[in-house]
């Protein structure tokens, strides 16, 4: 069906309607099946399969991916997911290229590939960069819009590349989410996301997820997540698909208040290093235009210093100083205090939520005066 968005979102992964059933059934609670004589699916064993995962892949699927065969496969968390594509897919010998800004856990992720005897290298993800170490990889990890530097690169053609070669391509999708960015439909071979953040919206859940359309592909990510059983609860996935119903209003709401929050900082005079990839001028901008839908919900920029950075948060009422991002209660936090991110020591990764524009515009204007 060539539906809009909202209308894909409300209705994704529903069953057909089944008279005196609820219309998204409820999550099921189970560590077993009933399974009398040969043991075949769909539901065997709650860390093979799930009724409750099977709905909310169906419809990531269908946002993902549109109208295509695809394959979804839920996980714990956005890094079981990661973890599960990359696990299964390399063994020693491999070389794997990964981004050089992407999210902050991935240097722990190089550590443990490198101890299995797998090469990896990295660069930025800005100016298609990591096309110059891409000769002979088996597979090409991409984060677009980076996290959280927001530099975009240009994923079609970094997947021609790597396809003429044999190389497979995976792309972090967690930023964009599907209604922002839809990798499959720009070639790669793997669109992979924390569900944690945009996605599910109320900083209430973790999860992540896998989609491909290859099902050699899918079944051998499969056969990871049972090994390791990196496995998303019932009552998460269940909350995950009811979320789903609202994010193409959530992601409208917030990537239009992102904007115009983003042309309120370049008013500035104290705020340097603007990132966001909807804003005319930004340099990820036209790329990012190219192959986004939407250009996402985190606006970066630099105060001039710590101190700086740190009153302006603590004088913020409408965005709670914390990490993670894509919620609609806005949050903030000055990302060089991890200390794994080669930021400024002002630098802030600013989440925009679903408060109303004027007002959530006001308390930053606000706190930066403060
Ligand atoms: C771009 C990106 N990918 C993956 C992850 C990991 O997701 P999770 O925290 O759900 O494991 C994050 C978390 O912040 C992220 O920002």
Known sequence: MNWGDGTRAVRAGLPE????????????????????GEPTGPYTYGRDANPTWTHLERAIGELEAPGAEVETLVFGSGMAAISAVL?????????????????????????????????VRTAPTADDAQLEVLEGARLLWIETPSNPGLDVCDVRKLVKAAHAQGTLVAVDNTLATPLGQRPLEL????????GTKGLTG????????????DPVLAESVRRWRKIVGAIAGPMEAWL????????????????????????????????????????????????????MRRFGSVVSFVLPDRARAERFLGALRLAEDA????????????????????????????????????????????????
């Open 17 to 36: 309607p089944d008279k005196y059933e609820p219309t998204l059934p409820g999550p099921v609670f189970a560590a077993h099946y009933h399974l009398p």
């Open 202 to 213: 109320h900083g209430d859940i973790l999860l992540g997820y896998v989609t491909c359309a």
């Open 87 to 119: 696990f299964s897919q390399l063994k020693a010998g491999d070389a794997v290229v990964l981004p050089s800004d992407g999210y902050q856990a991935l240097p722990l992720v190089r550590e443990q590939l490198e101890a299995y005897g797998i090469e």
């Open 323 to 370: 990490t993670s991002f894509g919620g609609v209660r806005s949050t903030a936090e000055r990302r060089g205090r991890w200390g794994g991110d080669a930021v400024p020591e002002g630098f802030i990764r600013f989440s925009v939520g679903a408060e109303d524009p004027a007002d959530l515009l006001a308390d930053v204007l606000r706190a930066l005066d403060a």
């Open 240 to 291: 995950a698909h009811r979320s789903l119903a609202t994010l193409q209003l959530r992601v409208d709401r917030q990537c239009g208040t992102a904007l115009a929050l983003a042309e309120a900082l370049a008013a500035r005079a104290d705020v340097t290093g603007l990132r966001y990839p909807g804003l005319p001028g930004d340099p990820s901008h036209e790329v990012a235009s190219a192959q």
């Open 187 to 194: 070639g790669a071979d793997l669109s992979v996301a924390s």
